[in-house]
């Protein structure tokens, strides 16, 4: 997993925190934005494997600025999941219809982030 690059949008600081330790764990290699104008700067400028985007951001929000990726043809495969402290039925049609890759719900576990990216990166792994 160590050639994997992720990309953090999140305007809290704890919360950013807590994802630093997480992807250190995971010896993923972190890009951070605290919000989604920086981002979308980062996203072009590197190319992630993976975005993790905070819903709720000032300024442009978490929806519109995935919208932008999604419409980019160079940058609409990288998969985005979405922040969210809420998950709402209609929120996630809503997260589904934009192209969002999944919906991480915060408080998040550090075990089940970490094997929902597994999951994302080497789908076919065997469980054991
Ligand atoms: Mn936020």
């Known amino acids: 997993m160590a050639d994997k690059t992720i990309l953090v949008i999140e305007d809290n600081e704890m919360n950013m925190k807590l994802m630093r330790a997480v992807l250190k764990t995971g010896h993923y290699r972190m890009l951070e934005a605290v919000d989604a104008e920086t ?3 980062l996203v072009r400028e590197h190319h992630p494997d993976l975005i993790l ?4 951001l000032p300024g442009m ?3 519109s600025a ?3 990726i999604k419409a980019d043809p160079d940058l609409k495969d990288i998969p985005i999941f979405a922040l969210t402290g ?3 039925e209609s929120d996630k049609e809503k997260a589904s219809d934009i192209g969002f890759a999944g919906y991480i719900v915060k408080p998040f576990s550090v075990k089940g982030l970490l094997a929902t990216l597994a999951d994302c ?3 076919h792994r065997t469980e054991n």
């Open 121 to 123: 990166f080497n789908p």
């Open 53 to 56: 985007m905070d819903i709720q």
């Open 39 to 41: 981002g979308l700067r």
């Open 61 to 63: 929000d978490g929806l």
């Open 66 to 68: 995935t919208k932008i």
């Open 86 to 88: 809420f998950a709402m």
